[in-house]
């Protein structure tokens, strides 16, 4: 069983650390438009500009703070993919907008595919690293802990939680709140939906792999 954990472990580290690449490349290129980012990017783009910090640290700010409010709620020990989570969105995202490599400006129609593609690959890469299986992302736990504990319903507790993130955002200067926004409320989490259904499926064919695999190899003493 030892081979069969290690080969499951690995497939499915490649997809957790890919997926929130694609998240934080998403985010990325919605910050990139103009035209309008998530709105936890609107807490995240408000706090870099009311204080001395990147876009990205605030990202790990705010996730290490979920982590601690959601353990405070549940007293359960968040996964290491839960503080990965976290590190590695913020940590991909200062790479990526430091790179120079996502256009700055350029004709409206540059902003809409920025925008595009940006929803695209934060629905994608969501689903992606939460049906690797190794952990839920801050955001998705902490809105998990508060309903359980509030006894509403989850997609209540989100809306009340992601419209607090905006409200707090606006206020410190983040933005900009503008049609992407409201764009990638309506739009990323159906992405998210279909996108976690297609991983789920793939994860799980690369488990009845590896368990014929590990079946078919003789246990080693």
């Known amino acids: 069983m030892r081979k069969l954990s290690k080969y499951k472990s690995w497939q499915k580290w490649v997809l957790f650390i890919f997926g929130t690449f694609l998240l934080a490349l998403g985010c990325a ?3 990139q438009a103009e035209l309008g980012v998530s709105t936890w990017d609107v807490l995240h783009t ?3 500009a009311k204080f001395p ?6 990202v790990i700010i705010i996730g290490m703070l979920l982590i601690g409010m959601k353990y405070q709620l549940d007293r359960e020990r968040p996964q290491i993919g839960t503080f990965l989570n976290a590190i590695l969105v ?3 995202l200062n790479l990526i907008l430091a790179s120079g490599l996502l256009p700055d400006g350029g004709q409206l129609w540059l902003h809409i595919l920025l925008l595009v593609v940006g929803i695209l690959l934060m629905g994608f890469g969501s689903g992606m690293y939460v049906g690797s299986g190794i952990g839920a992302g801050p955001r998705d736990g902490f809105t998990l802990a508060l309903a359980a504990r509030l006894n509403w319903s989850i997609r209540l507790t989100r809306t009340v939680i992601e419209a607090t993130a905006l409200g707090c955002g606006w ?3 983040g933005g900009p709140v503008f049609v992407g926004t409201f764009l990638a409320v309506v739009l990323i989490g159906p992405l998210i939906q ?3 259904f297609f991983w789920r499926a793939q994860v799980a064919k690369l488990d009845e792999k590896a368990t014929a695999a590990a079946a078919k190899t003789p246990m080693s003493s």
């Open 90 to 92: 913020g940590v991909f």
């Open 194 to 196: 279909s996108s976690l």
């Open 29 to 31: 290129c919605m910050i």
């Open 53 to 58: 910090i990147s876009i990205g640290l605030g």
């Open 171 to 173: 206020l410190l200067g």
């Open 46 to 48: 408000g706090l870099a």
